[in-house]
Each structure stands twice: as structure tokens, then as C-alpha cells.
């Protein structure tokens, strides 16, 4: 008896204790704060000011509101009503306060609130719609005349670096739209580096799906990270645009000059830009799509993309500025797009012309190893290359009426090239004793004209869901080449005395053609509201032709000696016929696809020196499926599957010898067939909009069958002879996995974030008849922090290591793996007087390996002093310094087959520059007029 009276005493006290635990409330009134008008219904809910989790909620009644039953601790009150800017404040509830009465309380209406207005309220900075991330420019501060480019830094998830180049969640973004719209095409740095941030409503960023899946709706695996810039209302009416003149110490300068004059619907849009500090006019991109003249890759779109797969007879200059030697690039450029007749008609067209010379110096050192063996290669080369290049793009879209739309593309390019390289290697065996000596000199120009063209049709009947496209592709490309070779090479015997030489003096011309035609037919079926077909078929032709020469030097002193063994006119005409079909489940927040494609593809090889025609046949598949699943607005989750097959290229297949190196040489390989890769890939998004805090998980992984490898087998003079060969019995594997997470803290009003990553490959090929697994695998970690005060003072940083593992079955007690650290940061200070202070640095750091005996390190430190002039602060003069302890050698350091590499380049180092920009704004004044 005395147990049980117990009992009910401690019951009788834990139930007391946990009703005065959960003893406690808030009230309050809500209204207009202008009318004082009573809100009712308006939400009210309590959350978490830990983690934002919903606590409590609630709905005004007749202007007043009470919640009970919660329990002690920090809590957020969110206020909303359709109209009004959200009411957002902190509370404590605690033995001193077990009721907190917020009194009367005055929501503003949206259309009311100046920018000047401070409240308590709090724009939602993320949301998601869909598979968009949608960042609202309002929630993040930016200085005055900040670009987009400032802007996009502060955003959650997404990174630029000093170059401009955009990583967004982990994944390279190569696309920035304004408004949904190409501008300038495909050089996104043009609209980061030169739109103002205050012009912008939002920023959206998605994987682009190709035209056919926005059409039905219907995902079919293509997927492009692109930025989507919003411009606001007001902003589309007016002109702006930038004027900069640099000039600077041991002869550095830079000018350029933007225009943009926006009118409603329209867009006109010029630039031109003169510079060698390698910083203006280098971001130009060509589209190659549907423009190669090599392998034909079936994609998970319906469609197929042709690419070259390298080789050209010489060295070819790319027309692209890495960091490597010192560039000189004009560029300019026109855009114009605009819509009409109720926006049923539409034109975006580009036209761009530049030039860039790239000078300088490379240190090559290798490591080749053998079975059982290795020797070293020490390379310094000299080189000058030019490009010339003009480009010229139209898209012009009808609405024929309600249900149907016809979309037509074209754009012709046209490219000058000329690069001048010397070589001067040596090579020396394990014991160190020397195996050869090789100078060369190369000389190419070359002449390449490209032309795509595209028509889409689609059309929606009656029925929602029933959808038919047809799509028409056609493109042709043409690249001709010219130039000289010439050779000498020492081969040492194990004494250390030449053993023999070899000299070459070759004229060489390539002309590579091809011409393309793709067709797809698209039909869509919906069989309820949440389950779809879409059936298609396509017709591929591909014709494409290399045709390789090579002369040696007659007793005349001409190049009239037809080399047979360096020689061939090779055809390659592809035929193939695709046949897919794709389901499609839609269901409240989830999406299930699934399906495939079948492809036949005819080969008809064609040696045209020879007269031997090679027929073959191949089936491709190409499955795939997705799932979806958005939990909230604010957080998703996709799975994807798909698999595609490969074909080899006319460069890997053309039974020719190509001596460009005479030391490495390469040999096509008729017999190639396709290789299929299997990949699986994940995405998740989180973002809480109360705590600003986000995450994000993305990774993939692909192993492929039957893959394409590159084998070698070198000789005891140290020759080596590459083709491409198809590796039975093993799969290559790459994987990558990044991860972020981002958070306010609101204490120090700062923003932190730690990013996490990994990568990796296995990859195989045959060396000397041996088998070599290579594994590379790379690990990093990075802490950031950024802070923005308006008008005060801004800065950012962030550091972290990386480890990186390179092995090589050939070779497996030497140990390649290595150590690094990379580090940045900035600020800026905006003083009296308007004046302002900035300063930048980056750190990089690789320690030595067993291969490699020097660790790298390397700082570079930029400074500047700027004043502003105007009311608008839109005139800016400044004194900068570039690379200022001058440490900026470049450096790359790779591993691949059997080969580890690491270079030394020249780069752009210290120099001081004076500079004037002005921006010029004439924007606003209200919504555009119809």
C-alpha cells in the first residue's frame, strides 16, 4: 500500500512538472498598419530558433491571436498574409516570461514598402519550384554598381572564382541566360562581369532540359547547369553600359567598352574589348554540337551529337586562353532579340569577332612507365599561336496558332588559325643514363568553316498531354590544315653513345569534312493524369572524310614525295535508325520515368588510297530512369539512371601512322567498336528559409563496358606507338561526390559554409602487352566565410587540403600520392571621402612525391586603392597591383595510362595599373509601356 501511494505521488509530481514545462504562450493583434484594419485569418506560427521546425500554429481570429501549451526556450514568430510583407521576430519563453504579449502588431502591404523601410520582416531567399532553385536578389545585400558576378558570390551553393567561372552545388554552371534568353551566346562572363546587380529580380538555376523535354515535359536525361538572370519590371527600360581604360607597367593594359539599351521587349546589346592581361575577351566558346567530324554518341535526348576526337595532323590551338603564356585577345560583339505581334513572334541573334595570340614557355616533365621499368622525359617548348574567328547566330520562334509552335536556328562560324611550337627533349632510363634527344619544330595553319542549321516543330492537341515535335538538325563542317614538320633525334645505347639518328622534313595537310543530318519525330500519350508515353523515331546520316598527307623532301627541294606510310584518305559514313520509347509518372511530389531507345547503326568504312570498303553493323541501347521527389518547396530529392553507348571516332579508327611527335606516335584502329557506359547519379537539396541555412548532396557514378582504351607499346629507343583498342574483361570507373552546407550566423551577421568532395577513375590499358590498372583519386575539404556590410566593408575567405592518390599497377612501390592545401580570400573598405581599399589572395600548395621531388607553392597578391566620383559613386579611378610578391608560375600536375605529368608554364605575373571606369545607367522610370 505504502508502494503504491508512492506511485501516485511521483505521478501526481511529474505531471505537475510537465504541465509547467508546457505552461506557457504569446498573443498578440494583427492589422493593417496603415487602415489598422483587423487582419483575420492571417497565419501565425512558431517556430524553432535552433533548426526553424514548426512548433505551433495558428490563425488570427477577429485581429487577435493566442497560442498555449509551449514549452520553455528561443522560439521565431512568422507572420504572413497574402499581400503584406512577412513579420519575422525572436522571443524567449522562461520562468520570467511564461506569457509573451507582442501587443499590436502592423503588417505592411508589399506595394507599400520602400527600400528604405527597415521592418522586421524577411524576404524569402531561396525557394524551390519544381527542379529551379530560385534566389530572390532582394534578400542579399550588394555594394553600389556591384555586378552580377558580386552577386552571384553571396548566394548559397554557388561559387566564382577569380576567373569568372561559375560552380554551382559542385557543378560547373556553361550557361547564363537573361530573362530565358541566349545573350551573346555562349560566353557567360559577358552578362556576370558586366550587368548591374540592382537590375536583377531573380536568379534561377536548373539543369537546362533540351528543348524536346520542356516541350512534353517529359525528362529525357539531358540536363545542362544553367543560370537564369530575371531582370526586374523597371529595369527593362533605359540604357546602360561600362567604359574601362587600364593601362599599366611592362607594357600591361586593358579597355573595354559595354552598351545595352533595353526597351520592353527588346534588347540591343554591343561590346568590344582590347587586353593581354588575360582577364577581357577570353570567355568565347564555340558550340560544337552537331559540328564534329568524328564519333557519333547516341544521348539520352533522342538525338545524336557528332564530336572530333582530336588528332589533328599538327599542334592545334584550340582558341581558348588556360593561364598557360601570355595572351593578346580583341574581341567584340553585337546581340539583339526581341518579341512582337503579341510575343507569338520571336528573334535572338549574335554576332561576335575576336582575335587572341598566346605567347610563351612550357616546362614538361614525365614519367613513362613500363612493365617492370620506367625512364623520364624532360620537354621545353616555345610557342606562339593565333586565332581569328567570326561567329554569326540566329533563333527566330513562331506561335502558328494556339497549339503549334516552329522554332528555326542557325549560326556559321568560320576560324583562322596559326601556331608555331619548339621542342627541345630529353629523355633518360630509370638508371638515369640517357635513352634520347629530340628538337623539333612545328608549324600549322590552318582554315575551319562550320555551318548548323535546325528546325523544330511541336504542336498540343486537344487531349492534355498529347504532344508531337519534329525535329530537323543539319550540319556541316570543314577543317583544312597546313604545315611543316621538322625532326632530329638521337637515340644512346645503354653507354651513353649515340647508337643512330633520325632527321624528318615533312610538309603535312589535313582536310577533315563532314556532314551531318539528324531527324527525330516525337509523339507523347498521356493514359491518365499521372501516367504518359513518348514514343520517337529518328533517322541519323553522318558522312564524314580524313584525308592525311604527308611529303618529304625532294633532290629539287620541293615536298613532292608522297610518304604512303604516313598517308590516307579515309570515309566514314554512319547510318542509323532509333526507335524509343519513355514512361512518365507524375503523382502529387513525385515523378517516376523510365525507359529506352534502341539504335541500329550502319558503318561504311571506306579506304579511298587502298579501295577496301569495310561494312559493319551495331545495335546500341540506350535505357534509362529517374525519381523525383520534392518534400517542400524549399527541399528534393532525384535519383537518375541512364545508360549510352559511344562510338569511336574517324581520328581512332583511320588505319594511319601520325608523327607529329616522332617520339609518340599514333595509329588508328579500323577495327574499333563501341564501348556502353552505365551511370547512376543523386541530387539533394535543402534550404530552411527562417535560418538561411542550406545543403546540398550531389554525386555520381559510371562504369563502362567494353570501354575504349588508349594501348602503347614502346620500344628500347623509348618510341612509343598509341592506338585505340577496346579492353575486354575490364570496366573503367570515375565517381564524383560533393557536398555542401551554408548557414547565417546570425551572432556575427556572417556567413559560413564547409564543402566536402571527392573524385576519382580507374582506368586501364594495354602497356607493352601488359595489363596496367591506373587509380586516381582526389579528396578536399574547404571552409568558407563571407561577410557583407553595405557602404562599410565586405570579405570573404576560405582554405582547405586536398590528398590526392596516383598509382599504376606497373609500378607499384613507386608511391605518387600527394599532400596539397589551397587557400583564398579578400576584402574590400569603403572609407571617407569615397574612398576604398581592396586586396585578394589565393595560396596553393603541392607537396613532393616519389616521382615528383620539389613541393609547389605559390602566392599571389593583388591590392588596389579606388576612389569614386558622381553622386551615383558610377566613376570609379584606380591604382592596382597584380601578383605583387610575383610568384605566379603556373603549374598543372596530372597522372593518366601510364604516364604522370607536371608542367611549368609561363604565366602573367607582377605589374601595376592605373584605371578609369565609368558606369553609365539610365534605367527605371516605372513598367515598360506596351
Known amino acids: 500500500m505504502k508502494i503504491t501511494i508512492t506511485a501516485l505521488i511521483i505521478l501526481c509530481l511529474c505531471t505537475v512538472s510537465v504541465f509547467a514545462q508546457s505552461n506557457y504562450s504569446i498573443k498578440g493583434l494583427v492589422a493593417d ?36 501549451n509551449l514549452t520553455k526556450g528561443k522560439f521565431i514568430l512568422l507572420i504572413t498574409y497574402p499581400g503584406y510583407a512577412d513579420y519575422v521576430d525572436n522571443f524567449t519563453l522562461d520562468s520570467a516570461h511564461t506569457t509573451h504579449d507582442f501587443g499590436h502588431l502592423n503588417l505592411i502591404l508589399k506595394s507599400k514598402l520602400l527600400a528604405e523601410v527597415i521592418v522586421k520582416g524577411t524576404a524569402a531567399a531561396i525557394k524551390i519550384k519544381g527542379d529551379t532553385t530560385e534566389y530572390n536578389a532582394a534578400a542579399f545585400k550588394i555594394q553600389p554598381n556591384a555586378k552580377v558576378e558580386d552577386l552571384l558570390k553571396q548566394l548559397p551553393g554557388i561559387q566564382v572564382d577569380k576567373d569568372g567561372k561559375i560552380t554551382a552545388q559542385g557543378q560547373t554552371v556553361n550557361k547564363v541566360l537573361v530573362d530565358g534568353e541566349e545573350f551573346f551566346g555562349d560566353d557567360p562572363t559577358l552578362v556576370t562581369k558586366n550587368l548591374r546587380a540592382d537590375m536583377v529580380d531573380k536568379v534561377q538555376l536548373y539543369d537546362k532540359k533540351s528543348d524536346q523535354a520542356a516541350f ?25 553600359g561600362k567604359i574601362d581604360a587600364e593601362g599599366g607597367t611592362d607594357g600591361y593594359y586593358q579597355e573595354q567598352i559595354l552598351f545595352n539599351r533595353f526597351k520592353a521587349k527588346q534588347k540591343f546589346s554591343a561590346y568590344g574589348t582590347l587586353g593581354n592581361t588575360g582577364k577581357v575577351g577570353l570567355g568565347w566558346e564555340d558550340n560544337s554540337k552537331y559540328g564534329g567530324s568524328g564519333g557519333l554518341e547516341a544521348s539520352e535526348d533522342g538525338n545524336f ?7 589533328d595532323d599538327l599542334d592545334s590551338f584550340s582558341g581558348r586562353y588556360d593561364g598557360q603564356g601570355l595572351p593578346l585577345a580583341r574581341s567584340g560583339g553585337v546581340h539583339y532579340d526581341t518579341k512582337w505581334n503579341g510575343d507569338k513572334e520571336s528573334l535572338n541573334t549574335n554576332y561576335k569577332i ?57 549560326d556559321g ?11 627541345n627533349t630529353t629523355s633518360r632510363r630509370s638508371n638515369d643514363s640517357l635513352l634520347n634527344t629530340n628538337n623539333r619544330s612545328i608549324t600549322n595553319n590552318g582554315d575551319q568553316k562550320i555551318l548548323n542549321a535546325s528546325v523544330f516543330y511541336t504542336k498540343k492537341f486537344k487531349k492534355v498531354g498529347r504532344t508531337l515535335s519534329v525535329r530537323i538538325n543539319e550540319a556541316y563542317n570543314q577543317n583544312e590544315t597546313k604545315g611543316f614538320l621538322n625532326s632530329e633525334i638521337d637515340y644512346y645505347n645503354i653507354g651513353g653513345t649515340v647508337d643512330s639518328a633520325q632527321k624528318i622534313d615533312q610538309y603535312k595537310t589535313t582536310l577533315n569534312k563532314s556532314q551531318v543530318l539528324n531527324t527525330n519525330i516525337t509523339y507523347s500519350e498521356p493514359f491518365s493524369k499521372t501516367f504518359a508515353i513518348v514514343v520517337n523515331y529518328g533517322l541519323n546520316i553522318n558522312n564524314g572524310r580524313s584525308d592525311r598527307r604527308s611529303f618529304n623532301k625532294s633532290a629539287s627541294g620541293q615536298y613532292d614525295i608522297l610518304d604512303t606510310a604516313l598517308s590516307n584518305n579515309f570515309k566514314l559514313n554512319q547510318l542509323s535508325n532509333q526507335f524509343g520509347a519513355i514512361f512518365n509518372y507524375k503523382k502529387k511530389k513525385a515523378i517516376i520515368n523510365f525507359g529506352t531507345r534502341v539504335t541500329s547503326v550502319n558503318f561504311k568504312q571506306i579506304d579511298e588510297i587502298s579501295s577496301r570498303t569495310f561494312t559493319r553493323n551495331f545495335l546500341n541501347w540506350n535505357p534509362q530512369a529517374s525519381f523525383q521527389y520534392k518534400f517542400s518547396q524549399q527541399e528534393s530529392f532525384s535519383l537518375n539512371y541512364n545508360g549510352n553507348t559511344l562510338q569511336p571516332s574517324i581520328e581512332q579508327i583511320q588505319p594511319v601512322k601520325v608523327n ?6 599514333t595509329l588508328g584502329n579500323p577495327d574499333l567498336k563501341p564501348s556502353f557506359t552505365n551511370r547512376l547519379s543523386f541530387y539533394y537539396y535543402s534550404y530552411k528559409v527562417i535560418s538561411g541555412q542550406s545543403i546540398y548532396i550531389n554525386g555520381s557514378y559510371s562504369r563502362t563496358i567494353n570501354p575504349i582504351v588508349s594501348n602503347v607499346n614502346t620500344d628500347s629507343a623509348g618510341v612509343s606507338t598509341y592506338q585505340s583498342a577496346n579492353l575486354k574483361n575490364k570496366q573503367t570507373a570515375n565517381f564524383y561526390l560533393n557536398t555542401g552546407f551554408n548557414k547565417k550566423i546570425e551572432k556575427w551577421d556572417m556567413n559560413a559554409g564547409i564543402n566536402l568532395g571527392t573524385n576519382g577513375n580507374t582506368y586501364y590499358n594495354m602497356t607493352n602487352n601488359q595489363l596496367n590498372e591506373t587509380k586516381a583519386y582526389t579528396y578536399s575539404a574547404q571552409l568558407n566565410f563571407s561577410k557583407y556590410k553595405q557602404k562599410k566593408y565586405d570579405f570573404w575567405t576560405g582554405a582547405g587540403p586536398t590528398y590526392t592518390i596516383n598509382s599504376s599497377s606497373l609500378q607499384p612501390n613507386i608511391n605518387n600520392n600527394g ?5 583564398y580570400g579578400g576584402f574590400n573598405i569603403y572609407l571617407p571621402g569615397k574612398f576604398q581599399i581592396g586586396s585578394d589572395a589565393n595560396y596553393q600548395f603541392n607537396a613532393k612525391t616519389q616521382s615528383f621531388s620539389e613541393d609547389f607553392k605559390r602566392t599571389t597578391l593583388n591590392a588596389s586603392i579606388a576612389k569614386t566620383f558622381l553622386k551615383s559613386e558610377s566613376l570609379k579611378l584606380s591604382i592596382s597591383g597584380n601578383d605583387l610578391l610575383n610568384q605566379n608560375t603556373g603549374y598543372n600536375r596530372t597522372g593518366s595510362a601510364n604516364i604522370l605529368t607536371q608542367e611549368r608554364y609561363t604565366a602573367i605575373k607582377r605589374y601595376f595599373m592605373l584605371s578609369l571606369v565609368w558606369d553609365f545607367n539610365h534605367v527605371g522610370g516605372g513598367a515598360p509601356k506596351k
Open 660 to 665: 607529329t611527335d616522332p617520339l609518340n606516335i
Open 413 to 423: 562560324t568560320t576560324k583562322n588559325t596559326i601556331t608555331e611550337s619548339k621542342y
Open 305 to 311: 551529337y557528332f564530336y572530333s576526337g582530336g588528332g
Open 354 to 410: 575576336g582575335s587572341l595570340n598566346v605567347d610563351g614557355t612550357k616546362n614538361t616533365q614525365t614519367q613513362n612507365n613500363l612493365p617492370g621499368s620506367f625512364f623520364n622525359s624532360n620537354t621545353d617548348q616555345t610557342f606562339h599561336n593565333h586565332m581569328f574567328r567570326q561567329k554569326l547566330d540566329a533563333a527566330y520562334q513562331v506561335k502558328l496558332d494556339t497549339s503549334s509552335n516552329l522554332k528555326i536556328t542557325i
Open 819 to 823: 599532400r596539397g592545401f589551397n587557400a
Open 33 to 68: 498598419s496603415a487602415s489598422n484594419s483587423k487582419l483575420t485569418n492571417a497565419s501565425v506560427s512558431v517556430l524553432s530558433a535552433k533548426d526553424s521546425i514548426l512548433q505551433k500554429f495558428t490563425r488570427v481570429n477577429n485581429g487577435a491571436f493566442t497560442i498555449n
Open 216 to 240: 512534353t515535359g517529359i525528362d529525357d536525361g539531358v540536363k545542362n547547369k544553367t543560370l537564369n538572370i530575371k531582370l526586374k519590371e523597371d529595369k527593362k527600360n533605359g540604357y546602360f
